[in-house]
């Protein structure tokens, strides 16, 4: 049943990240690199006068290089991501505000009645069947019916939460290694600049510093923005983190409340 389910993901997380590098990159050759080239050239123009001046490091400056765009992209495609897990939680959760069992205070559910309560989830379509909730009532209705034994119910409805906790886990993997990768490629530009600025270092023997301070502006901004932008992408992710573990939460509740503790054998 997962498996009609993965091809339909990728294929968003695929288009995610198409959508991802053409807006990132669209907007760096029509904004950003002509506002940071036309800054620069202000400043060289300045310096090659004799003016004295402070240089302007402008946002513009700060983000242009490539090591920043790439940070952009990995930073959009991994939040697109997390907007997609979050809202098929958020349809997952929406089932658990539905009666899916019909039980009241005091009703019992006896072995010979688990069939009745299920056939209202198996009427459900395969979508909303394959979520959760559904599957883990739907398996201990079953078990209830065959075993009458309400132990084996709630082992068997343990097992499908936690292999759905494991599931949403293992999903989060992709999106764990951008938020390592990004201050990884910040470092690249890091050592790109220093590079850079060594390259220079002759020319700064000889009065002209220029190269060098262009080099460390390459190193430092890199730096900074992959920081930072790291600092964000943790935060959503542990957000989606404890917003999935609560989903699971609840449908452990839900299950407890709604049906285990409703479970009689005569």
Same mark, same amino acid.
């Not at 907007?83 to 349809?91: K, P, S």
């Given at each position: 049943m997962a498996k009609a389910r993965f091809p339909i993901e990728l294929k968003q997380e695929a288009a995610a990240l198409l959508i991802a590098i053409g807006v990132v990159h669209l907007f760096y050759?029509?904004?950003?690199?002509?506002?940071?080239?036309?800054?620069l050239t202000e400043e060289r123009r300045r310096a090659e006068a004799g003016e004295s001046f402070v240089a302007e490091r402008t946002v513009?400056?700060?983000?242009?290089d490539y090591e920043q765009e790439t940070v952009f992209i990995l930073a959009l495609w991994s939040l697109s991501m997390m907007? $997609?897990?979050? *809202?098929?939680? !958020?349809?997952a959760q929406s089932i658990s505000d539905e009666q899916v069992i019909p039980v009241s205070e005091g009703m019992s559910i006896l072995p010979e009645d688990a069939r009745e309560y299920a056939r209202p989830i198996e009427a459900m379509s395969e979508e909303r069947r394959r979520? $959760?909730?559904? *599957?883990?009532? !739907?398996?201990?209705?079953d078990r209830f019916a065959a075993t009458k034994d309400v132990q084996d119910v709630a082992a068997a409805t343990e097992a499908i939460c936690d292999a759905e906790a494991d599931r949403l886990d293992s999903e989060m993997a992709m999106i764990r290694y951008i938020a390592w990768a990004i201050p990884a490629i910040g470092f690249v530009g890091t050592v790109r600049g220093i590079g850079e600025s060594l390259r220079q270092a002759y020319r700064a023997a000889a009065g002209d510093v220029s190269g060098v301070t262009q080099g460390l502006g390459v190193a430092f901004n890199a730096t900074f923005i992959a920081l930072s932008t790291s600092l964000l992408l943790m935060f959503f992710l542990h957000q989606l983190q404890l917003f999935q573990e609560r989903y699971v939460l609840d449908?452990?509740?839900?299950?407890?409340?709604?049906?285990i503790r409703h479970l009689q054998v005569r």
């Open positions: 050759i029509v904004w950003v690199r002509p506002q940071a080239e036309a800054t513009w400056v700060v983000i242009k907007t $997609l897990r979050a *809202r098929r939680v !958020l349809d979520q $959760l909730l559904p *599957r883990a009532l !739907l398996a201990g209705l449908a452990r509740t839900y299950i407890d409340q709604k049906l």
